[in-house]
């Protein structure tokens, strides 16, 4: 049995409770993080609190919580888990509007937000050596989610299908493209590509989360002097580039080998992720 928090209380994740008014169960209508930790220590923790500072500003909801308040409930949740889920823990934060008396689509006044957060395992970190990573398959469609992908709101349905749709064919993901051709993301992860040993991702706008992972590995890159941009490219840029990556706080930096029926380059995870991904986990921790 995992402990849990819930509106100032930490508990068993079985007790935790909210109303079925509370407008995140009516309406999605919340903000939420999934902050990675490795042996008890956090990755990025003061990027994702930053990140879930500026969605809730931008839906409107007043944050409940200080950073350090934040930051002592993840730590007592992996903490308190570690002897059940192990040395690798992933804290989801949770935020929604709060409960109200009636469904409304407006925002309601006077209403407290819900903070809820539990701890859950995540898997190994992989050894950073491309002889014996397989790389994964993904499958790649047209991005039909909202417009507002860069607000991590918790309305994820539009995620939630496309990811589906890649993992009912055995895939570990599925890359999206927009209307123009252009890459975006994909359903739960960042996209990068290596071509003539340069990095490229997408620059930010409405269209793709801002990822913290994202960030950290860019600064990685920065660090190592590997020549990068954020730049838009096509599909066929992508299924024309030597390494294909995607970066999340669960995935860290997957290299991809297969986009659909397509192989990338000659089917073998490449070098500049197996140096990229050196520097990451030497550095994921100070970052």
């Known amino acids: 049995m995992t402990t849990a928090y819930l509106n100032g209380e930490?508990?068993?994740?079985?007790e935790a409770r909210i109303s079925p008014l509370d407008r995140g169960f009516l309406f999605g209508d919340g903000i939420y993080e999934v902050v990675p930790s490795y042996g008890g220590r956090m990755v990025g923790f003061s990027q994702h609190f930053a990140r879930m500072e500026k969605g809730l500003a931008m839906v409107e909801i007043a944050p409940s919580l200080t950073e350090q308040d934040t930051r002592d409930i993840c730590q007592h949740l992996i903490d308190s888990n570690r002897e059940t889920l192990g040395e690798n823990?992933?804290?989801?934060?949770?935020?929604?509007?709060?409960?109200?008396?009636?469904?409304?689509?407006?925002?309601?006044?006077?209403?407290?937000?819900?903070?809820?957060?539990?701890?859950?395992?995540?898997?190994?970190?992989?050894?950073?050596?491309?002889?014996?990573h397989a790389g994964a398959k993904v499958a790649i469609t047209q991005?039909?989610?909202?417009?507002?992908?860069?607000?991590?709101?918790?309305?994820?349905?539009?995620?939630?299908?496309?990811?589906?749709?890649?993992?009912?064919?055995?895939?570990?993901?599925?890359?999206?493209?927009?209307?123009?051709?252009?890459?975006t993301e994909a359903s739960s992860s960042n996209v990068f590509i290596v071509k003539d040993g340069e990095v490229l991702t997408p620059p930010l706008d409405n269209q793709l989360l801002p990822g913290i992972t994202r960030m950290l590995v860019l600064a990685c890159l920065q660090?190592?002097?590997?020549?990068?941009?954020?730049?838009w490219f096509s599909v066929d840029d992508l299924n024309n580039a030597d390494e294909v990556w995607l970066t999340s706080s669960g995935k860290e930096i997957l290299p991809v080998?297969?986009?659909?029926?397509?192989?990338?380059a000659d089917g073998k995870v490449g070098p500049v992720w197996e140096q990229a991904f050196t520097l990451y986990s030497k550095l994921k921790f100070e970052l």
């Open 257 to 264: 080998v297969q986009v659909g029926d397509k192989t990338i």
């Open 10 to 14: 930490f508990l068993p994740l079985q």
């Open 89 to 132: 823990i992933g804290v989801y934060l949770h935020v929604s509007r709060g409960a109200d008396t009636r469904r409304f689509h407006a925002y309601p006044e006077g209403v407290q937000p819900t903070v809820f957060a539990f701890a859950f395992a995540l898997t190994a970190p992989v050894n950073a050596d491309r002889t014996i």
């Open 143 to 183: 991005d039909l989610r909202w417009q507002r992908c860069h607000i991590k709101s918790t309305a994820l349905l539009g995620n939630v299908m496309h990811f589906q749709q890649g993992y009912r064919e055995g895939n570990a993901e599925t890359i999206l493209f927009n209307g123009d051709g252009q890459i």
């Open 223 to 231: 660090k190592a002097g590997i020549p990068h941009r954020e730049s």
